[in-house]
């Protein structure tokens, strides 16, 4: 079945650093692919998305690239602030219509002043 | 606003006492989901609605149940709860034409 696999954290890092969070899939056709955001004591919130092959997903300063090849979706941001301090969810949606969302197992961004 | 409101937010109870969580979206949506959040496993779907009086089972819907009597509402119900539940539990909604998925605040739960 589908999968998503994600890096685990915590991942620390000082204000204005670069963020990578790696994202790997595996799913048949082409899936969507999303970045969730959970703020401590929030439910989830879309960060981007990207619907098909070599779309750049882009919100916030942070960006991410459907690469079908690789079969990746990493999250980058080139200057993390603290506010960023969350937990990140990398998912993917079947090409069947929305029955579910498969989510990696998140990473959580801690950023120190 | 557009949003997707779960009740309670806490909750602790007793093992065995039935319960019911609500969830309520006001955005005319047709899918609506339920998922645990487990830590090491990420999210997984419980059971899900395509519309009104059209449910089906998720990765892991034992000891739950559902219903979609209303198209606004998806209550998560459990029978018997165990330990095991003790969980965080989202609510999610999205309408038949869109990629993006509307999420609840969440419902902490403890079962004692």
């Known amino acids: 079945g589908d999968s998503v696999t994600q890096m685990e954290g915590p991942v620390t890092l000082s204000e204005e650093a670069f963020l990578t969070i790696n994202c790997t899939y595996t799913?048949?056709?082409?899936?969507?692919l999303f970045w969730y955001v959970q703020y401590p004591g929030e439910g989830l919130q879309l960060l981007l998305k990207a619907t098909k092959a070599d779309d750049k997903g882009s919100n916030k300063g942070f960006e991410a690239t459907y690469r079908k090849e690789t079969t990746s979706f990493h999250l980058e941001k080139g200057s993390v602030q603290v506010s960023d301090s969350a937990v990140y969810f990398c998912a993917l949606s079947g090409n069947t219509g929305f029955q579910k969302l498969v989510f990696g197992t998140g990473t959580r961004l801690l950023v120190s002043p | 606003e557009a949003q997707v409101t779960q009740n309670p937010r806490y909750l602790i109870t007793v093992t065995g006492k039935k319960l019911t969580v609500t969830c309520s979206q006001n955005?005319?949506?047709?899918?609506m989901s339920w998922y645990r959040q487990d830590p090491g496993l990420g999210l997984r779907q419980i059971y899900y609605s395509m519309n009104v009086e059209v449910t089906d089972k998720g990765d892991v819907p034992e000891g739950y149940k559902v219903s979609r009597k209303e198209k606004r509402n998806f209550p998560l119900i459990l029978e018997s709860p165990s330990p095991n539940q003790t969980s965080l539990y989202f609510c999610?909604?999205?309408?038949?034409?869109?990629?993006?998925?509307?999420f609840g605040q969440g419902t902490r739960l403890t079962v004692v």
């Open positions: 955005m005319n949506h047709e899918y």
């Open positions: 799913a048949t056709g082409y899936p969507s």
């Open positions: 999610a909604s999205k309408d038949t034409l869109g990629t993006e998925a509307f």
